[in-house]
C-alpha cells in the first residue's frame, strides 16, 4: 500500500516562503511510473491543482503559481518538496500532497490515486 | 473560479440514484481521444478518495454503485442506491489538451435525505 505524508510548518509569514515536504513509502519515486503532485484546499473552498513532478528535470505548475514556486525530488530520501515563494493570506490552505497517473500511451497527466492526510497552512 | 463546473449541491433519498455533472471545455473534458476526467469523494476533514479515473474505471475497492461517463464537454458521475454514508463533497478533475494541467471542478455538496 501506498502512503503518504505531509510535513512542515503550520505557520508562515506573509512574504516568507511556505516549504513542505511529503515522505513517500510503498513506492519508489525514482520509478518514473507516476507523478507526484501537490493540491491545495483553502478552508471551506474546493481543491486546487498545484504543480506535479516526474522527475528533477520534469514538471508542470498551475498557472496562477508558477511564478513563485518550485517543486523538487530527493530520491534517496524517497520524498519530494514544495517551495512556495511570498506568500499571501490567499495561500491559506490545507496542502495535500498526492501520487499521479500517467496517461497510457500519452503521458499526460492523469488521475490522483493516493492521497496524504493533508497538512494546514497559515498564512 | 473552477475551471470546471459543477452544481452546488445535489440530494437524494436513500436508495436513489443522482447524478451529479461537471461540464468543461473541448480543451479539456471535451479534447479529441482525451478520456482523463476522474472523480473523487471527500468527506469532512479528510483527504480526497478516488472513486473513478478515466471517464469510467473504478478502482479495486470502490463500491460499482459509482460509475462514470461523459458525452462532449460533459463528464457525470452516477451514484445508485444512495446510502447515508455517500454524503460528501464531489470533486471532478480533468487534464487540459496539453496534457500538462489540472483542472478541478469547485465540488457538489452531496446530502442523503
Known amino acids: 500500500q501506498v502512503h503518504l505524508q505531509e510535513s512542515g510548518p503550520g505557520l508562515v509569514n506573509p512574504s516568507e516562503t511556505l516549504s513542505l515536504t511529503c515522505a513517500v513509502s510503498?513506492?519508489?519515486?525514482?520509478?518514473?511510473?507516476?507523478?507526484w503532485a501537490w493540491v491545495r484546499q483553502p478552508p471551506g473552498k474546493g481543491l486546487e491543482w498545484i504543480g506535479s513532478?516526474?522527475?528533477?528535470?520534469?514538471?508542470y505548475y498551475t498557472p496562477s503559481l508558477r511564478s513563485r514556486l518550485s517543486m523538487s525530488v530527493d530520491s534517496s530520501k524517497n520524498q519530494f518538496s514544495l517551495n512556495l515563494r511570498s506568500v499571501t493570506a490567499a495561500d491559506t490552505a490545507v496542502y495535500f500532497c498526492?501520487?499521479?497517473?500517467?496517461?497510457?500511451?500519452?503521458?499526460?497527466?492523469?488521475?490522483?490515486?493516493?492521497w496524504g492526510l493533508g497538512t494546514l497552512v497559515t498564512v | 473560479q473552477p475551471a470546471l463546473t459543477q452544481p452546488a449541491s445535489v440530494s437524494g433519498s436513500p436508495g436513489q440514484s443522482i447524478t451529479i455533472s461537471c461540464t468543461g471545455t473541448s480543451n479539456d473534458i471535451g479534447a479529441y481521444g482525451y478520456n482523463y476526467v476522474s472523480w473523487y469523494q471527500q468527506r469532512p476533514g479528510k483527504a480526497p478518495k478516488l472513486l473513478i479515473y478515466?471517464?469510467?474505471v473504478r478502482p479495486s475497492g470502490v463500491s460499482d454503485r459509482f460509475s462514470g461517463s461523459k458525452s462532449g464537454n460533459t463528464a457525470s458521475l452516477t451514484i445508485s442506491g444512495l446510502q447515508t454514508e455517500d454524503e460528501g463533497d464531489y470533486y471532478c478533475s480533468s487534464c487540459t489538451a496539453s496534457g500538462s494541467h489540472v483542472l478541478f471542478g469547485g465540488g457538489t455538496k452531496l446530502t442523503v435525505l
Open positions: 478515466d471517464v469510467s
Open positions: 498526492a501520487r499521479q497517473g500517467i496517461g497510457e500511451g500519452t503521458g499526460v497527466l492523469d488521475h490522483f490515486d493516493f
Open positions: 513532478l516526474y522527475d528533477s528535470e520534469t514538471s
Open positions: 510503498g513506492d519508489s519515486i525514482s520509478s518514473r511510473r507516476h507523478y
